[in-house]
């Protein structure tokens, strides 16, 4: 009965708790700042280390700034650029001209072509 209840209590603690700790929020946050709705599909930074976001979609263009692993992005749209590790999308970010390889982020919903 108490592994019961303290299960049942894990479980309404993590549904409360888990998305605000998470980096989810922060892409609903970021369109939110701007007076947007989240206003695109949804994209999970799927690194080790900080990714790079850069001016224009290839690894030869400048860095305008970086992504954290796990970070939610909202995604603008996707097209064809520098091929990475054998994949040539990359996508844009919302609210930025920033573009980033679509090998290093997981879109949630599918992304509309630029």
Do not use: F
């Amino acid at each position: 009965m108490v592994k019961k209840a303290l299960l049942t209590y894990a479980v309404a603690v993590g549904v409360l708790i888990g998305p605000l700790s998470t980096a989810g929020w922060a892409a609903e946050g970021l369109a939110a700042r701007h007076g947007q709705g989240t206003s695109g599909p949804v994209g999970v930074v799927e690194t080790r280390a900080p990714l790079n976001v850069r001016e224009k979609p290839t690894v030869y263009s400048d860095v305008v700034k970086k992504l954290h692993p796990n970070q939610r992005v909202v995604l603008a749209c996707q097209k064809r650029g520098g091929w990475v590790d054998g994949n040539p999308v990359w996508y844009r970010l919302h609210g930025s001209k920033g573009w980033v390889s679509a090998r290093y982020v997981h879109n949630l919903q599918p992304v509309r072509p630029c």
